[in-house]
């Protein structure tokens, strides 16, 4: 399979733990996004990278969120001292960092915090 | 960001065809119009992309008039598989673009 994949699909966690997510993107593609999404939204910007360069980050994005994409290869997303708030969809995606592209987006990490 | 306005939901009958018609009346000279669906469960999928006139693939058309200030995504003869949450997205593609989204249109389709 050669779309974005993201690791684990499922996460259940007690309230003040840590989590960590993990996004592989298509291979060529330098762009990498990360979103979050509740239920009945649309998909909310997190911050995205080109390359290993995290060039943009929502207000959304806490002191309690950080994002890594060493290398430029795959990216994680952590989150630190979880709070029930933080229970939504994770999704990344990514894309070319070209005219006229597409994002191409894997299938979401959802988190549950209890 | 051109701002874009779409309807929460729609419903329709298998074999039908399906407009969902976006408003963005401040599109820019080089904005381009991008539709997603999403189904449950699912990160969004891209559909299809236009600048102006008429756009069509395997899976919908995208009418664009001459003042691009709304667009129409066209879904002929719908089935239930085609029962999601459908995005139109208005940004140009290049440059720091981040694909923004909406709260979409809710498409349900029933037997």
């Known amino acids: 399979d050669t779309g974005v994949s993201q690791d684990p699909r499922h996460k259940i966690t007690k309230r003040g733990q840590n989590v960590t997510f993990r996004c592989d993107p298509i291979s060529e593609h330098n762009r990498l996004y990360w979103y979050r999404q509740t239920l009945g939204q649309g998909p909310e910007f997190l911050t995205y990278?080109?390359?290993?360069?995290?060039?943009?980050k929502s207000r959304l994005l806490s002191d309690r969120f950080s994002a890594e994409r060493p290398k430029g290869s795959f990216s994680t997303l952590e989150i630190q001292r979880t709070e029930q708030g933080d229970s939504a969809m994770y999704l990344c995606?990514?894309?070319?960092?070209?005219?006229?592209?597409?994002?191409?987006f894997g299938q979401g990490t959802r988190l549950t915090v209890v | 960001l051109a701002k874009t306005t779409q309807p929460i939901s729609m419903d329709s009958y298998e074999g039908q065809e399906v407009n969902i018609t976006c408003s963005h009346n401040n599109i820019a000279t080089n904005d381009y119009i991008t539709w997603y669906q999403q189904f449950p469960s699912q990160g969004p999928r891209f559909i299809i992309q236009?600048?102006?006139t008429k756009v069509t693939n395997e899976v919908a058309s995208l009418f664009i008039p001459a003042d691009r200030k709304s667009s129409t995504l066209s879904l002929p003869r719908v089935s239930l598989s085609d029962t999601a949450v459908y995005y139109c997205l208005v940004g140009p593609q290049e440059g720091s673009y981040i694909p923004t989204f909406g709260r979409g249109t809710s498409l349900i389709v029933h037997p």
């Open positions: 990278f080109q390359n290993e360069a995290q060039l943009e």
């Open positions: 995606a990514s894309s070319l960092a070209s005219i006229n592209t597409e994002a191409f």
């Open positions: 236009g600048y102006k």
